[in-house]
């Protein structure tokens, strides 16, 4: 559950709450918790929501890579 860990630790380094985090992701905060905790996954859009709040990469998230940078993206809308 590393992955999850690394979740808790961006949203805290970005110094958001899980109230601020459902606010920028859509995500109910109550399954948000269940997700940092290990108790849910989330889905493929899910991630790539919580990725674009954190300003990170997916794979970062998915424990990939150790490099909290995103990489250079596309224009997104929402």
């Given at each position: 559950m590393e992955e999850m860990s690394r979740l808790k630790a961006l949203r805290k380094e970005r110094k958001l709450t899980q109230i601020q985090m459902q606010l920028l992701t859509g995500i109910d905060q109550s399954d948000y918790s269940k997700i940092e905790?290990?108790?849910?996954?989330?889905?493929?859009?899910?991630?790539?929501?919580?990725?674009l709040a954190l300003n990170t990469s997916m794979d970062y998230l998915a424990g990939l890579t150790d490099e909290k940078r995103p990489y250079p993206r596309n224009e997104v809308t929402f």
């Open positions: 905790t290990g108790k849910r996954y989330y889905s493929f859009e899910q991630c790539k929501q919580i990725a």
